[in-house]
């Protein structure tokens, strides 16, 4: 079997990656970019002060709000919002500006580095991929509108045909965004990049759409009143940007007393020091493989984090939290008690579901529930048993596939296990 | 309030008769239907999407615009179709409506008049900035003043809550939503007068609606938190028959001391949170010891006297807790340094650690055990206070003491419902528990 050689590569885990040429390509091509900008604007000078002085203090003041973490999908909605308004200025209070592309990024990128200062000295900085997309994005935007608006192309375009203009080039902007920052996030971690684009894209209509409707509306608002639009609308983004901040907080909380609550049954002495957790990440990285969305996955996390708490309710301890060895039916009652215990803590009922499923036979079980099923009787199999333990266990689950393991899952499971990717930052 | 009281139909009636006559003008000014007409249906379509995904709170960007654009009856009748047609839960629903939609038409109206005095209108229209700000900040003002003076009205005739408390903090609460949602109701009346036209404007709900739309699962998700770490104190209950309803009771006297002895609100929530938690780590202490009835071997007691160690391992993952893990860890601690699990002395013991230790006591006493009945409230206090200074913190105990003669003692028990767990659960050994309301 193909998958044989696959898994030997385990044993030469930890191989130091090579840093992948896209990377390199983005990065270079970024800085190219900021220095051409940089050269050209000493050379030319700058155009319309107060308006690049106005836009900077924005995208600083927006840089300065940023919050960065695993689950914050727009670190600085304010800073990007900003950098693409002015990237697609056009008049400012009916006058018509002079600035070019290469002002706009290095109006740009200098506003983003000086709001940075502070979160680099705290350790939090904006990485490089940050920057690197903040720089081409905005470049993108202003190299497609800054020279046709500078001859006078769009001058024939009236109203609101203009402002669906802006639009339509603020949405091709983020779609090339979004492609950018599902290739970093492939070349960083080795994640397949099918659902990692679909995972950014699903999330334009939510922040996305937020910052490039704000982008629109603040060029169109200081076209029309000039720079007292960028206060006056920045709050309602700040808004946005406060309850992103609260969301964020609460869902790490929640995460985190999940996890608390599944340590319980390691407490309690009903299953190993950390079961919970590796079967967690282990699952999601599976599930990742397999396609799933982001609240699919938070879903399947969930339910792998919380798939032995059935087990509280068992009188006695079953030897060694093994429950993957027990009978059909004694599986399945702990699965339905698992789920009742579930069902009471409030989570979504999808992850009661597949914690009370995950003892059914595989063809009827959901997705979620075949992936913890799998993994969990791979890290029970697989802990303890020295080297080659996690061949012999993988061997096992194949031979079981008739029945019990749904061959995809495994061999989904082989897949990551000889990528490697257990070495990859575990959120939570 | 499924009779609505009379008083509270003929204030409606009222408001609604109000509501006409600040429509009635409508015929004598000239209005721009078409803005009207698509004010009208987007106000209507937010309405609709604010109920369908929960949003907090009612969505005024676009009554607010309408507020800066039209002339005061147009404006006002902007609010209805999206009032009328709004879904309502709770009955009598065409009352509700009625009252929603009224209540709204005065506001915008009020607010647009005087708006309009102001020059507002010209000033949108002109995009005369910084001073269009004025008018539709006073606007807004004005706006939440007449709302909340009549949602004050409707509560205290129908809900008999006394006025004073029905218009407490009503105004202060709404202005700053209010405000931020005039600040793009103004962006949208102004881009809607530009060249840009109503598509520009439109452009100005999307982010208002997105950061609803955050809020709303915002509160969704802090709903399920809590509800998660009641399930960590009734998965302590499964296990430990005597102590059903101890936790949330431990809590709530933790958070009478923390309020007694002046701590500020984020304090109070982290020690009511550890008094919820103080025993969690029983759950890693088998079930047979628990139950156990008669002594306990020393062989047993050691093993007991684990669960604060367990307990601190399993919540010391969890960061909003803060100072509460240390309470959980340290419940048991001594003043005179006889308490475990490392026999702290004084003031080495966290404070919160002392407040739930005095809590933990005090509830253990006057809550029946099936080997002993409950102690009297008095009698329990008097028994802390001989306690104090050798086990417990005088200041704790006084603080209770002072807590109890003002409130006196009503904890309520919200976990108390029982077999869902599969799990056969024992009746509680008692009939009840004196002095403590069901």
């Known amino acids: 079997m193909a ?111 000086v709001g940075s200062v502070p979160h680099v000295g705290r350790g939090q900085g904006p990485t490089a991929d940050q920057l690197a997309r903040r720089v081409l994005t905005v470049g993108f935007a202003a190299v497609c509108f800054q020279p046709l608006y500078n001859q006078g192309t769009f001058t024939q375009w009236d109203g609101p045909a203009y402002a669906l203009l802006l639009l339509a080039l603020l949405s091709l902007t983020a779609l090339c965004d979004a492609v950018l920052a599902a290739a970093l996030a492939h070349s960083r971690t080795r994640w397949p990049f099918g659902p990692l684009l679909r995972d950014e894209l699903r999330a334009l209509p939510g922040i996305g759409s ?20 960028l206060p006056v609308f920045s709050v309602p983004l700040l808004l946005t940007q406060l309850s992103v901040r609260r969301y964020a907080a609460v869902r790490c909380t929640y995460r985190q007393t999940i996890a608390s609550l599944a340590r319980a049954t390691e407490i309690a002495g009903y299953t190993p020091a950390g079961h919970a957790r590796r079967v967690a990440a282990l699952s999601r990285e599976v599930g990742r493989d397999l396609g799933m969305s982001r609240p699919e996955l ?81 890290e029970e199999k697989a802990r303890d048993t020295g080297p080659g333990g996690p061949l012999t266990a993988l061997e096992e689950l194949r031979l079981g596939t008739a029945g019990d393991y749904a061959p995809e899952v495994v061999e989904a499971l082989a897949r990551v296990l000889s990528r490697d990717c257990l070495t990859s930052p575990v959120t939570g | 309030m499924e009779a609505v009281p009379a008083r509270a139909r003929a204030y409606v009636a009222c408001v609604a008769a109000a509501a006409f006559l600040c429509l009635l003008p409508l ?264 139950r156990k009835d008669g002594p306990l071997t020393p062989e047993e007691r050691r093993v007991i006297e684990l669960h604060p160690e367990y307990g601190h391992e399993m919540v010391r993952g969890i960061s909003f807790l803060g100072e509460a893990r240390a309470a959980v860890l340290h419940h048991h601690e001594r003043l005179d340094g006889s308490g475990y699990p490392y026999g702290l002395m004084g003031g080495q013991i966290p404070e919160p650690a002392r407040v739930v230790a005095v809590a933990d006591a005090f509830d253990a006493m006057t809550s029946t055990r099936s080997y002993r009945r409950a102690r009297p409230v008095g009698a329990a206090l008097e028994e802390l206070e001989r306690c104090a200074g050798s086990q417990f913190d005088p200041r704790m105990v006084t603080a209770l003491v002072r807590a109890l003669s003002r409130h006196g003692w009503h904890p309520a028990v919200t976990a108390d419902e029982g077999d869902e767990l599969g799990v056969p659960r024992p009746r509680p050994t008692a009939a009840g528990w004196p002095g403590v309301r069901r």
């Open chain 1, 298 to 378: 938070t879903v399947l996390e969930y339910a792998a984090l919380m798939h032995d708490i059935g087990q509280l309710s068992l009188v006695d301890p079953v030897p060694a939290g093994a429950t993957a060895a027990l009978p059909l039916a004694e599986q399945r009652r702990i699965a339905l008690l698992g789920g009742a215990v579930v069902r009471q803590t409030g989570v979504d009922a999808a992850v009661a579901v597949v914690v009370e499923r995950q003892a059914d036979p595989c063809r009827e079980q959901p997705l979620a529930a075949r992936i913890v099923r799998a993994v969990n009787a791979y």
């Open chain 2, 27 to 290: 015929s004598a000014v000239r209005t721009p239907w078409w803005a009207l007409a698509l004010l009208a249906a987007l106000s209507a379509g937010c309405e609709q999407a604010a109920a369908r995904w929960r949003f907090a709170g009612t969505f005024y960007p676009v009554l607010l615009a309408g507020t800066f654009l039209l002339p005061p009856p147009a404006a006002a009748l902007v609010a209805l179709p999206g009032a009328l047609l709004s879904p309502v839960e709770r009955r009598p629903q065409g009352l509700r409506r009625l009252w929603r939609a009224a209540q709204l038409a005065v506001s915008v109206w009020a607010a647009a008049r005087v708006h309009g005095a102001m020059g507002g209108r010209a000033a949108v229209e002109s995009s005369d900035f910084p001073y269009a700000l004025a008018p539709a900040g006073v606007a807004v003002l004005v706006f939440c003043l007449v709302l909340s003076l009549l949602d004050g009205g409707i509560l205290a005739l129908a809900e008999r809550i006394p006025v004073r408390r029905a218009w407490h903090g009503l105004f202060l609460r709404s202005l700053a939503p209010v405000a931020v949602h005039g600040l793009a109701g103004l962006m949208m009346a102004v881009l809607w007068r530009s060249p840009y036209g109503p598509v520009a404007a439109l452009l100005v709900l999307l982010p208002m609606g997105v950061s609803g739309w955050v809020f709303a699962q915002y509160h969704r998700e802090r709903a399920a938190h809590q509800a998660t770490i009641r399930a960590l104190v009734q998965a302590v209950d499964i296990k430990d028959e005597y102590t059903r309803g101890h936790s949330e009771r431990v809590g709530q006297a933790s958070m009478m001391i923390a309020r007694e002895l002046g701590m500020d609100d984020a304090r109070i929530e982290v020690l009511r949170f550890a008094g919820i938690l103080h025993d969690v780590g029983k759950l890693g202490v088998p079930t047979r010891l628990l």
């Open chain 1, 210 to 229: 937020a910052v490039v409707a704000t982008g629109a509306v603040m060029a169109l608002a200081v076209a029309v009143v000039g720079l007292w639009a």
């Open chain 1, 3 to 113: 998958g044989g050689t696959q898994v030997s590569s385990l044993s030469a885990r930890r191989t130091p990656h090579r840093r992948s040429p896209l990377l390199t390509l983005v990065h270079t091509s970024a800085v190219l970019l900021a220095l051409g900008s940089l050269a050209l604007v000493l050379w030319t000078g700058l155009e319309e002060r107060g308006t690049a002085l106005a836009f900077g203090v924005l995208i600083t003041v927006g840089e300065l709000n940023r919050r960065s973490g695993p689950h914050v999908r727009e670190a600085a909605p304010l800073g990007a919002a900003g950098a693409l308004s002015y990237a697609l200025l056009g008049e400012d209070a009916g006058a018509p500006t002079h600035h070019g592309a290469a002002q706009v990024v290095t109006v740009v990128l200098a506003a983003s580095l």
